[in-house]
Protein backbone atom coordinates (compact mmCIF):
# COMPACT_ATOMS: atom_id res chain seq x y z
CA UNK A 1 0.00 0.00 0.00
CA UNK A 2 0.83 3.25 -0.60
CA UNK A 3 1.91 5.67 2.59
CA UNK A 4 -0.61 7.81 3.95
CA UNK A 5 -1.00 10.97 2.76
CA UNK A 6 0.11 13.82 5.73
CA UNK A 7 -2.51 15.83 6.91
CA UNK A 8 -2.67 20.02 6.97
CA UNK A 9 -5.24 21.35 8.98
CA UNK A 10 -5.90 25.27 7.70
CA UNK A 11 -7.81 28.17 9.81
CA UNK A 12 -9.77 30.84 8.06
CA UNK A 13 -9.66 28.76 4.74
CA UNK A 14 -12.46 30.07 3.02
CA UNK A 15 -10.69 32.54 0.75
CA UNK A 16 -8.19 35.21 1.19
CA UNK A 17 -4.02 33.42 2.56
CA UNK A 18 -5.90 30.83 3.92
CA UNK A 19 -7.35 29.65 0.38
CA UNK A 20 -3.89 30.29 -0.71
CA UNK A 21 -2.12 27.84 1.82
CA UNK A 22 -4.54 25.03 0.70
CA UNK A 23 -3.39 25.56 -2.72
CA UNK A 24 0.09 25.24 -1.87
CA UNK A 25 -0.39 22.54 0.31
CA UNK A 26 -2.77 20.07 -1.87
CA UNK A 27 -0.37 21.24 -4.30
CA UNK A 28 2.47 19.07 -2.94
CA UNK A 29 -0.10 16.25 -1.98
CA UNK A 30 -1.04 17.07 1.32
CA UNK A 31 -4.78 15.99 2.44
CA UNK A 32 -6.54 19.05 3.88
CA UNK A 33 -8.80 19.71 6.92
CA UNK A 34 -10.40 23.57 6.31
CA UNK A 35 -12.22 25.87 8.84
CA UNK A 36 -13.69 28.91 8.38
CA UNK A 37 -17.20 30.44 9.38
CA UNK A 38 -19.17 30.18 6.17
CA UNK A 39 -19.76 26.42 5.03
CA UNK A 40 -20.37 27.54 1.25
CA UNK A 41 -17.06 29.51 0.42
CA UNK A 42 -15.38 26.62 2.72
CA UNK A 43 -17.03 23.88 0.41
CA UNK A 44 -16.47 25.58 -2.37
CA UNK A 45 -12.64 25.91 -1.61
CA UNK A 46 -12.93 22.05 -0.51
CA UNK A 47 -14.76 21.07 -3.94
CA UNK A 48 -11.59 23.27 -5.83
CA UNK A 49 -8.80 21.37 -4.36
CA UNK A 50 -10.45 17.82 -4.75
CA UNK A 51 -10.76 18.68 -8.63
CA UNK A 52 -7.60 20.24 -9.02
CA UNK A 53 -4.79 17.53 -6.89
CA UNK A 54 -6.96 15.36 -6.11
CA UNK A 55 -6.43 15.02 -2.40
CA UNK A 56 -8.89 14.07 0.63
CA UNK A 57 -10.79 17.43 2.14
CA UNK A 58 -12.25 17.85 5.16
CA UNK A 59 -14.48 20.69 5.75
CA UNK A 60 -14.87 22.10 9.32
CA UNK A 61 -17.67 24.94 9.32
CA UNK A 62 -16.50 26.76 12.77
CA UNK A 63 -16.67 29.48 14.48
CA UNK A 64 -13.19 30.38 15.82
CA UNK A 65 -14.14 33.32 17.70
CA UNK A 66 -15.96 31.25 20.10
CA UNK A 67 -14.39 30.27 23.20
CA UNK A 68 -14.43 26.85 22.66
CA UNK A 69 -13.97 26.68 19.54
CA UNK A 70 -10.68 24.75 19.33
CA UNK A 71 -12.25 21.61 21.12
CA UNK A 72 -14.56 21.50 18.84
CA UNK A 73 -12.66 21.50 15.79
CA UNK A 74 -9.81 18.64 17.61
CA UNK A 75 -13.00 16.56 18.06
CA UNK A 76 -13.29 16.12 14.40
CA UNK A 77 -10.07 16.40 13.51
CA UNK A 78 -7.73 14.72 16.07
CA UNK A 79 -4.18 14.99 14.34
CA UNK A 80 -2.40 16.96 11.81
CA UNK A 81 1.22 16.86 10.25
CA UNK A 82 1.28 20.63 9.39
CA UNK A 83 -1.07 23.63 11.42
CA UNK A 84 -1.70 26.81 10.17
CA UNK A 85 -3.30 28.83 12.08
CA UNK A 86 -4.04 31.56 9.95
CA UNK A 87 -7.79 33.04 11.16
CA UNK A 88 -7.94 36.14 12.57
CA UNK A 89 -9.17 39.74 12.23
CA UNK A 90 -8.69 43.09 13.31
CA UNK A 91 -11.09 46.23 14.24
CA UNK A 92 -10.38 49.48 13.37
CA UNK A 93 -11.52 52.30 15.66
CA UNK A 94 -10.81 54.09 19.19
CA UNK A 95 -10.65 51.60 21.54
CA UNK A 96 -13.57 52.80 24.23
CA UNK A 97 -15.85 52.94 21.00
CA UNK A 98 -15.46 49.51 20.11
CA UNK A 99 -18.45 47.34 21.17
CA UNK A 100 -16.84 44.80 24.39
CA UNK A 101 -18.44 42.02 22.48
CA UNK A 102 -16.13 42.33 19.38
CA UNK A 103 -13.37 42.61 21.11
CA UNK A 104 -13.48 39.57 23.46
CA UNK A 105 -13.82 37.89 19.78
CA UNK A 106 -10.62 39.35 18.27
CA UNK A 107 -8.83 38.05 21.42
CA UNK A 108 -10.64 34.95 21.33
CA UNK A 109 -9.44 34.09 17.91
CA UNK A 110 -6.51 35.60 16.87
CA UNK A 111 -4.91 34.29 20.48
CA UNK A 112 -6.90 31.91 22.67
CA UNK A 113 -7.77 29.48 19.59
CA UNK A 114 -4.27 29.85 17.49
CA UNK A 115 -3.15 28.94 21.53
CA UNK A 116 -5.71 26.37 22.14
CA UNK A 117 -5.14 24.63 18.49
CA UNK A 118 -1.58 24.49 18.80
CA UNK A 119 -1.57 22.95 22.39
CA UNK A 120 -4.15 20.27 20.99
CA UNK A 121 -1.82 18.99 18.19
CA UNK A 122 1.63 20.08 19.35
CA UNK A 123 2.84 16.54 21.48
CA UNK A 124 1.61 14.44 19.08
CA UNK A 125 3.87 16.04 16.11
CA UNK A 126 6.53 15.53 19.23
CA UNK A 127 5.89 12.21 19.56
CA UNK A 128 6.34 11.59 15.91
CA UNK A 129 9.53 13.36 15.53
CA UNK A 130 8.04 15.41 12.70
CA UNK A 131 5.27 18.82 12.09
CA UNK A 132 5.03 22.09 10.84
CA UNK A 133 3.25 24.92 12.62
CA UNK A 134 3.17 27.82 10.86
CA UNK A 135 1.24 30.92 12.80
CA UNK A 136 0.06 33.95 10.78
CA UNK A 137 1.10 37.43 12.85
CA UNK A 138 2.01 41.03 10.95
CA UNK A 139 4.50 43.68 10.84
CA UNK A 140 1.52 44.75 13.69
CA UNK A 141 3.29 42.53 15.78
CA UNK A 142 6.47 44.70 15.95
CA UNK A 143 4.88 47.77 17.42
CA UNK A 144 1.60 49.22 19.46
CA UNK A 145 -1.26 50.17 17.23
CA UNK A 146 -3.54 53.19 18.16
CA UNK A 147 -6.60 53.10 16.46
CA UNK A 148 -5.81 48.94 16.03
CA UNK A 149 -4.65 48.54 19.38
CA UNK A 150 -6.21 44.94 20.47
CA UNK A 151 -5.28 43.49 17.20
CA UNK A 152 -1.61 44.90 17.42
CA UNK A 153 -1.70 43.58 21.10
CA UNK A 154 -2.67 39.72 19.70
CA UNK A 155 0.01 39.72 16.94
CA UNK A 156 2.97 41.12 19.46
CA UNK A 157 1.78 37.97 21.23
CA UNK A 158 1.49 35.55 18.13
CA UNK A 159 5.00 36.43 17.44
CA UNK A 160 6.57 36.31 20.79
CA UNK A 161 4.45 32.93 21.39
CA UNK A 162 5.73 31.68 18.18
CA UNK A 163 9.84 32.79 18.91
CA UNK A 164 9.31 31.12 21.99
CA UNK A 165 8.32 27.88 21.05
CA UNK A 166 10.30 27.68 18.22
CA UNK A 167 13.10 27.97 20.60
CA UNK A 168 11.88 25.49 22.58
CA UNK A 169 11.50 22.22 19.99
CA UNK A 170 14.94 22.72 19.05
CA UNK A 171 15.89 19.19 18.13
CA UNK A 172 12.59 17.40 17.91
CA UNK A 173 11.92 17.47 14.91
CA UNK A 174 9.09 20.15 15.31
CA UNK A 175 9.34 23.51 13.99
CA UNK A 176 7.09 26.83 14.41
CA UNK A 177 7.08 29.71 11.97
CA UNK A 178 5.44 33.06 12.23
CA UNK A 179 5.01 35.62 9.56
CA UNK A 180 4.72 38.85 9.60
CA UNK A 181 3.61 40.51 6.66
CA UNK A 182 2.01 44.07 5.63
CA UNK A 183 -1.05 45.17 4.40
CA UNK A 184 -2.15 42.76 1.84
CA UNK A 185 -5.19 42.03 -0.85
CA UNK A 186 -7.77 40.15 1.09
CA UNK A 187 -11.16 40.94 3.37
CA UNK A 188 -9.08 41.72 6.02
CA UNK A 189 -9.67 45.85 5.91
CA UNK A 190 -13.25 45.82 5.35
CA UNK A 191 -13.98 43.29 8.02
CA UNK A 192 -11.80 45.84 10.20
CA UNK A 193 -13.27 48.77 9.07
CA UNK A 194 -10.11 49.99 7.58
CA UNK A 195 -10.37 51.16 4.08
CA UNK A 196 -10.14 54.10 4.45
CA UNK A 197 -7.05 54.14 6.47
CA UNK A 198 -3.58 55.42 5.10
CA UNK A 199 -2.42 51.58 5.25
CA UNK A 200 -4.93 50.05 2.90
CA UNK A 201 -5.55 53.31 0.51
CA UNK A 202 -1.36 52.68 -0.36
CA UNK A 203 -0.65 49.96 -2.30
CA UNK A 204 -0.81 46.31 -0.63
CA UNK A 205 0.53 43.32 -1.45
CA UNK A 206 -0.66 39.93 -3.37
CA UNK A 207 -2.34 37.29 -0.85
CA UNK A 208 -0.80 34.61 -2.87
CA UNK A 209 2.49 35.84 -2.82
CA UNK A 210 2.25 36.37 1.01
CA UNK A 211 0.88 32.67 1.49
CA UNK A 212 4.21 31.75 -1.02
CA UNK A 213 6.70 33.32 1.43
CA UNK A 214 5.36 31.58 4.39
CA UNK A 215 5.17 28.51 3.18
CA UNK A 216 8.90 28.24 2.09
CA UNK A 217 9.70 29.67 5.33
CA UNK A 218 7.77 27.33 7.02
CA UNK A 219 9.65 23.89 4.75
CA UNK A 220 12.76 25.41 5.66
CA UNK A 221 12.17 25.78 9.16
CA UNK A 222 12.89 29.50 9.97
CA UNK A 223 11.61 30.96 13.04
CA UNK A 224 10.19 34.27 11.46
CA UNK A 225 9.20 35.12 8.36
CA UNK A 226 8.99 38.91 7.17
CA UNK A 227 8.32 39.10 3.40
CA UNK A 228 8.97 41.24 0.52
CA UNK A 229 8.09 44.41 -0.44
CA UNK A 230 11.09 45.89 1.88
CA UNK A 231 8.48 48.04 3.44
CA UNK A 232 7.68 45.20 5.25
CA UNK A 233 11.13 44.70 6.86
CA UNK A 234 11.03 48.61 7.34
CA UNK A 235 8.73 48.16 10.34
CA UNK A 236 10.73 46.03 11.82
CA UNK A 237 13.39 48.15 11.68
CA UNK A 238 11.82 50.88 12.52
CA UNK A 239 10.21 49.52 15.66
CA UNK A 240 13.56 48.66 16.85
CA UNK A 241 14.92 52.22 15.93
CA UNK A 242 12.93 55.30 16.11
CA UNK A 243 11.71 56.88 19.25
CA UNK A 244 9.11 55.51 20.70
CA UNK A 245 6.83 58.48 20.41
CA UNK A 246 7.76 58.70 16.78
CA UNK A 247 6.69 55.58 16.17
CA UNK A 248 3.35 55.61 17.74
CA UNK A 249 2.29 58.75 15.62
CA UNK A 250 3.66 56.91 12.45
CA UNK A 251 1.50 54.01 13.89
CA UNK A 252 -1.79 56.22 14.12
CA UNK A 253 -1.33 58.28 11.27
CA UNK A 254 -1.78 54.29 9.03
CA UNK A 255 -4.88 53.12 10.67
CA UNK A 256 -6.79 56.00 11.79
CA UNK A 257 -10.00 56.59 10.37
CA UNK A 258 -12.29 58.73 12.47
CA UNK A 259 -15.25 57.41 10.75
CA UNK A 260 -14.65 53.91 11.81
CA UNK A 261 -15.96 54.07 15.42
CA UNK A 262 -16.83 50.02 14.98
Known amino acids: MPPARKLALITGASGGMGAEYAKL???DGYDL?????????????????????????VTVAQ???LPDAADAVVVQIPQCDVLIN???FASNGRF????????????VLDVLTLTRLTRAYLPAMIARGSGKILNIAST??????????????????????????????????????CVCSGAT???FAERAGATGSLLFKLPVSNAADMARAGYRGMLRGKDVVVPWPPSNRLVEISARLLPRRLLLWISRKAVEDERNDV
Open 25 to 27: LGG
Open 33 to 57: ALVARSADKLAAVGTAMRAKYGVDV
Open 63 to 65: DLS
Open 86 to 88: NAG
Open 96 to 107: DRIGEGRLTQEI
Open 140 to 177: AGFLPGPFMAVYYACKAYVLSFSQALAEELRGTGVTVT
Open 185 to 187: ATG
